[in-house]
């Protein structure tokens, strides 16, 4: 069968009017052949009633129940075998295995079980029409329960055919889910990717130009001669903005860096009242430290607090990875001429420790000095003279 009369079978079947059509053919050839082959009244009822309620087996499935069931009552009810009867329930079976309205064990055990109760109105009739039937236990008396055996094999093998079309369905759904979650996955990877390309464009042609801008202005007004006061406010003002600028830009990057469901940009961002927090937590690993704090808390920009904070700690995680054990002193002054100043500094690794095996291939250093830069200051690192490292941070906020 090509490929086009596949699609063209499978559409048919897949229609809704199919099962109505299908049970209706079926009703009307039990019909003919009732009115051909006369039975009892319990034979018509079972036939028309089997054939009949195929036509709900997709919009209510369990009905599937009923049509083998009269099946097997109106075969039950003559001697002669109807092949509507025989249709009717062959789809009936296979109908309960495709849409598995009960396990296809009990389905199957409760077909045999009809069965068998089939044969014994048979072996009874046969009886009373003074036909030769063997006691049981006697030679060939087996014989007679041929008809159950036969039965039962067809009822397996029509449930079966369904249990494994609907398998096949299943999996090939599940195929297809799988599929297209991994198409949305790679097109989610794509976008992160071509937003972190973005961003990466975006740091590498505009950062460095605006970092200038602010550094220039903010030069000007102490290498400019015979600068009015209106001109030192403007260069000010071009430095303000270019920081501004600046710290929008980070938050831009921020955006673009971060997964869709990575809900870290609507949480607050640590302050300098945080500092005292994030000194516990080193303490709470086993390290020592302290926080001294000189000079009167000032509100300072997000940007500012932001990097201050996390220079801090990059530099506390630097200690635990290079000087285990060490003391560390986090010290902060808010100087009066608008500029924070920041140290951390410890004295060496303990006695006996072990520093951490991949200290110094990471980029700490280099993620706190352009933390720095970002708000217009410096940073500086380095081996204390008396044993230890210091960072060591100036943060200026403005002018006076």
């Known amino acids: 069968m090509s490929t086009s009369l596949q699609r063209r079978f499978r559409a048919w079947i897949a229609a809704p009017a199919y099962p109505w059509a299908t049970g209706g053919v079926l009703t009307a050839g039990a019909v003919t052949e009732l009115i051909v082959i006369p039975g009892s009244v319990t034979t018509t009822v079972g036939v028309l009633v089997s054939a009949a309620s195929l036509m709900w087996r997709r919009s209510f499935p369990p009905v599937a129940v009923l049509t083998v069931a009269a099946g097997l009552l109106g075969f039950a009810g003559d001697v002669n075998l109807?092949?509507?009867?025989?249709?009717?329930?062959?789809?009936?079976?296979?109908?309960?295995?495709?849409h598995r309205v009960l396990h296809p064990a009990v389905t199957v055990a409760g077909g045999a079980l009809g069965a068998l109760c089939v044969n014994v109105v048979h072996i009874n009739t046969w009886s009373r029409m003074e036909l030769p039937v063997p006691a049981l236990w006697e030679q060939g008396s087996l014989s007679l329960f041929?008809?159950?055996?036969?039965?039962?094999?067809?009822?397996?093998?029509?449930?079966?055919?369904?249990?494994?079309?609907?398998?096949r369905e299943e999996t090939r759904t599940e195929r297809n889910l799988a599929q297209a979650q991994l198409i949305a996955m790679e097109r989610q990877q794509a976008a992160e990717a071509e937003r972190a390309a973005i961003a990466r464009e975006l740091h590498d042609i505009v950062s460095h130009s605006v970092s200038m801008i602010a550094v220039q202005a903010e030069s000007a007004t102490y290498t400019t001669p015979g600068l009015t006061p209106e001109g030192r406010e403007g260069f000010q003002q071009i430095a303000a903005t270019a920081r501004s600028s600046m710290a929008e830009l980070r938050r831009l990057l921020g955006v673009l860096r971060t997964a869709p469901g990575d809900t870290a940009l609507t949480a607050p961002q640590p302050t300098l009242d945080h500092l005292a927090e994030l000194v516990e937590q080193h303490r709470a690993v086993g390290g020592v430290a302290e926080l001294k704090v000189t000079g009167e808390r000032v509100a300072l920009p997000a940007a500012w607090e932001l990097s201050a904070y996390r220079i801090t700690q990059e530099a506390l995680t630097n200690a635990r990875k290079h000087a285990p054990g060490a003391r560390t002193v986090v010290e902060l002054d808010y100087g009066?001429?608008?500029?924070?100043?920041?140290?951390?500094?410890?004295?060496?690794?303990?006695?006996?420790?072990?520093?951490?095996?991949?200290?110094?291939?990471?980029?700490?250093?280099?993620?706190?000095?352009?933390?720095?830069?970002?708000?217009?200051?410096?940073?500086?690192?380095?081996?204390?003279?008396?044993?230890?490292?210091?960072?060591?941070?100036?943060?200026?906020?403005?002018?006076?």
């Open 336 to 400: 009066a001429d608008r500029l924070l100043t920041l140290r951390v500094r410890d004295d060496g690794p303990a006695p006996g420790a072990r520093p951490d095996p991949g200290s110094g291939t990471g980029h700490g250093l280099t993620g706190m000095r352009e933390r720095a830069a970002l708000v217009g200051g410096r940073l500086s690192a380095g081996v204390r003279p008396d044993g230890g490292f210091l960072v060591e941070a100036e943060l200026p906020w403005g002018t006076g």
């Open 82 to 98: 109807y092949l509507s009867i025989v249709a009717s329930g062959l789809v009936g079976c296979y109908s309960l295995g495709r």
């Open 146 to 167: 041929a008809e159950s055996f036969l039965l039962t094999v067809v009822i397996f093998g029509a449930v079966m055919m369904g249990d494994a079309v609907r398998s």
